[in-house]
């Protein structure tokens, strides 16, 4: 029997591809931390206006807290106000009959819609990378980069130096916790920010605050999601996803026009 191949070539077709990418993906334009809604909103539109982004997703799957919809409901809302960004992504959705402001969708269609968005337009996405910390640079201060470290690592309580990769903004799109504002102020005392938590649900109110809220948090390093209510303290909004799009194409936009 003629073998088209050999198990040595599957090893060293993976090994060889990631390490190129690797290499590539060492210093980009826009490193965006977590592919949930916001992060994968953001994504597809800096990959469009030709950034170089990477995001970098902890978890094997990519959607955040889309999947789990409303109490684990298959379906989620969005508000119509951000009904051009699920036309741009290609996403269908239902007008609901008791109020025409709210459109529905699937929670399946909405993850893979944006997730193929942010890829078709040009945005890598790692799985299995957590970032646990953050590069930074004095005079002046400024956020240039991130730490990243396989996920499986602190899973297994192992203690293994991590990598790094340089960019010109990072994107703490973590979502509740805002695991890399919370990091950075931690660790960086001359930042002098800090990570309130968010506050208890107003869905339309923390959908507007939200929005306006979105952009860079220090020089460096921008919030979009959730994240953002839990830096300023912002009413939380349960399932209603259109401020996780609209507040992921705004933060694409201000750095599209901060970075060269
Ligand atoms: O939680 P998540 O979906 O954040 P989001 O984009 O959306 C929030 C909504 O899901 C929902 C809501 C809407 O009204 O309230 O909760 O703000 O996605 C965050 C992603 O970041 C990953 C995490 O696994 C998830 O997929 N993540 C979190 N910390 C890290 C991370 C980390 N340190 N490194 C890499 N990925």
Same mark, same amino acid.
């Given at each position: 029997?003629?073998?088209?191949?050999?198990?040595?070539?599957?090893?060293? &077709?993976?090994?060889?591809?990631? !390490? #190129?990418? @690797?290499?590539?993906? /060492?210093?980009? +334009? *826009?490193?965006?931390?977590?592919?949930?809604?916001?992060?994968?909103?953001?994504?597809?539109?800096?990959?469009?206006?030709?950034?170089?982004?990477?995001?970098?997703?902890?978890?094997?799957?990519?959607?955040?807290?889309?999947?789990?919809?409303?109490?684990?409901?298959?379906?989620?809302?969005?508000?119509?106000?951000?009904?051009?960004?699920?036309?741009?992504?290609?996403?269908?959705?239902?007008?609901?009959?008791?109020?025409?402001?709210?459109?529905?969708?699937?929670?399946?269609?909405?993850?893979?819609?944006?997730?193929? &968005?942010?890829?078709?337009?040009? !945005? #890598?996405? @790692?799985?299995?990378? /957590?970032?646990? +910390? *953050?590069?930074?640079?004095?005079?002046?201060?400024?956020?240039?980069?991130?730490?990243?470290?396989?996920?499986?690592?602190?899973?297994?309580?192992?203690?293994?130096?991590?990598?790094?990769?340089?960019?010109?903004?990072?994107?703490?799109?973590?979502?509740?916790?805002?695991?890399?504002?919370?990091?950075?102020?931690?660790?960086?005392?001359?930042?002098?920010?800090?990570?309130?938590?968010?506050?208890?649900?107003?869905?339309?109110?923390?959908?507007?605050?939200?929005?306006?809220?979105?952009?860079?948090?220090?020089?460096?390093?921008?919030?979009?999601?959730? !994240?953002?209510?839990?830096?300023?303290?912002?009413?939380?909004?349960?399932?209603?996803?259109?401020?996780?799009?609209?507040?992921?194409?705004?933060?694409?936009?201000?750095?599209?026009?901060?970075?060269?």
């Amino acid at each position: 029997m003629e073998e088209f191949f050999d198990e040595s070539d599957i090893t060293r &077709a993976i090994v060889e591809e990631t !390490a #190129k990418e @690797l290499v590539d993906f /060492s210093e980009v +334009d *826009v490193v965006i931390v977590g592919a949930g809604s916001s992060g994968l909103t953001a994504a597809f539109y800096l990959a469009k206006k030709g950034k170089k982004t990477l995001v970098l997703e902890r978890r094997l799957s990519l959607g955040g807290g889309i999947g789990g919809g409303g109490m684990l409901f298959h379906k989620i809302v969005i508000a119509d106000y951000a009904k051009d960004i699920l036309d741009d992504i290609g996403c269908k959705y239902l007008k609901y009959k008791g109020n025409e402001n709210i459109l529905i969708t699937d929670t399946s269609e909405l993850m893979l819609k944006l997730g193929n &968005a942010a890829i078709n337009a040009g !945005a #890598k996405i @790692l799985f299995g990378i /957590s970032v646990e +910390d *953050v590069i930074f640079r004095e005079n002046p201060l400024r956020i240039s980069g991130v730490v990243i470290q396989w996920s499986a690592v602190p899973l297994a309580g192992l203690h293994v130096d991590p990598l790094m990769i340089k960019s010109k903004a990072v994107i703490d799109a973590t979502g509740h916790d805002a695991e890399v504002v919370r990091i950075a102020t931690k660790k960086i005392k001359e930042l002098k920010t800090n990570v309130i938590g968010e506050k208890s649900m107003y869905s339309y109110k923390g959908e507007k605050i939200l929005v306006e809220k979105t952009g860079e948090v220090v020089p460096g390093l921008y919030a979009t999601g959730m !994240a953002v209510a839990a830096i300023y303290n912002l009413p939380r909004m349960g399932p209603i996803f259109s401020s996780m799009l609209l507040s992921g194409r705004k933060v694409a936009e201000i750095i599209s026009h901060n970075i060269k």
